[in-house]
């Protein structure tokens, strides 16, 4: 029987079908373009800005390292598990960064 939690987390529900011959890697390389990929260049390099400046450089390596790990676990057709533990003292920054 179909639970609807099942349906809400399926990977296919967030997808648009594949056009007849198109692979995942191809569609994925025609949404990757020049210019979004400048754009998000730009948008990295703002947040890095803004968190440095107010909070230090430490904080920006693990928030920068916590931005890979998403991007990491958003790639299709992943076989293992990725997984980020911060560790550290209180009030070290581990839940801003989360």
Known sequence: ????????NSPEQHQPKLDEGESQDERKQSRITS???KASETELVKIKNM????????????VKTGIAV?????????????VLIFEGGSGRGKSFVI
């Open 70 to 82: 998403a991007t990491a676990t958003s790639m299709t057709q992943r076989s293992n598990l990725f």
């Open 35 to 37: 210019p979004k990929l």
């Open 51 to 62: 968190i440095t400046e107010i909070h230090g450089r430490e904080l920006w390596v693990a």
């Open 1 to 8: 029987m179909n639970n609807p939690q099942d349906q809400l």
